[in-house]
């Protein structure tokens, strides 16, 4: 199989290349669910590879999740350097399940010692199904785009009702302070892109102390952001499907016609290409 592979890779075809891939991306998802899946309640936490570990933030992050591992949660990390190997010791040390998600990337990724369970992946999107799937809470402490990109993505899933709501806590308020102003005056006022409902979906701290107690005051009632008062148990678009994500209704096509604004003008577009096979054989 693997020679077919080598075959099929030479050949330039990215339609053969792209069907291989869905082979990769079903064992990828099978491995974490399998090692995850009897892993109970379980806390995962965001932050930069960079933190050196003499910052208060690293620090911080190791008696998080000291103090979560304590309460019986299990502590997920992307297993790499900085906050990942601060919160995983944290909990190793405490006695808890350090949980390493690792990542292959183009430049090597050193992955922190302190791992009790450790899994591989190739693709992103993954990865960040197994942190958001195994885990009752997320606490995100400052980070670059990597954690800006998981912290956005993971409200919008609880924005949209995509995953049940849980707490989301913020570690820095002198680091997070500057993009919450911005959601608030250009997001919420200048733009109403969001409502203010959104803005309570995460909460900001600075006290590991207080955030442990969030996770685990919202963990014995399982509530932390309410739902919305048009929320039904019985609507099946509010159901969970047999793979526990909701229904949600199908989107229809709006048949009204409105009149648009002036496209500018521009040069002709270029005639399309004739298709593969279309051209006369030569006599």
């Known amino acids: 199989m693997g020679t077919l592979y080598e075959y099929e890779l030479n050949q330039g075809d990215p339609t053969s290349r792209d069907m291989w891939r869905v082979f990769r991306i079903m064992a990828e998802f099978v491995e974490g669910f399998e090692q995850l899946s009897d892993l109970g309640p379980a806390v995962t936490i965001f932050g930069s590879a960079r933190t050196p570990r003499s910052d208060p933030l690293y620090k911080k992050a190791r008696v998080l999740a000291a103090l979560l591992a304590r309460k019986r949660f299990a502590i997920i990390t992307g297993g790499g350097p900085g906050i990942m190997e601060a919160a995983n010791s944290g909990a190793k040390d405490a006695g808890g399940v350090s949980v390493g998600l690792n990542i292959s990337l183009p ?12 899994v591989n992946h190739h693709y992103f999107f993954v990865r960040k199904t197994m942190f958001v799937k195994y ?4 606490v995100c402490f400052p980070g670059g785009y990597g954690t800006m990109d998981e912290f956005f993505e993971l409200i919008t899933l609880i924005q949209t009702m995509k995953i049940d709501p849980r707490p989301v806590v913020l570690i820095g308020r002198s680091y997070w302070r500057g993009l919450i102003a911005w959601l608030k005056r250009t997001m919420l006022k200048e733009y109403k892109y969001i409502s203010q409902e959104d803005l309570r979906i995460f909460r900001l701290t600075d006290d590991p102390q207080e955030a442990c107690e969030m996770i685990a005051e919202a963990e014995s009632g ?3 952001y309410p739902p919305s008062s048009s929320f039904s148990g019985i609507a099946r678009s509010r159901q969970l499907s047999p ?8 989107p229809r096509v709006n048949p009204e016609a409105i009149e648009q604004p ?11 290409s004739k298709a593969r096979g279309s051209r006369k054989k030569r006599k």
């Open 222 to 224: 399982k509530c932390w």
């Open 135 to 138: 885990s009752h809470a997320i």
């Open 243 to 250: 793979e526990g994500t909701r229904f949600g209704i199908a």
């Open 107 to 118: 430049h090597e990724q050193n992955s922190n010692s302190y791992q009790t369970i450790a």
């Open 262 to 272: 002036e496209l500018p003008q521009t040069e002709e577009l270029p005639v399309k």
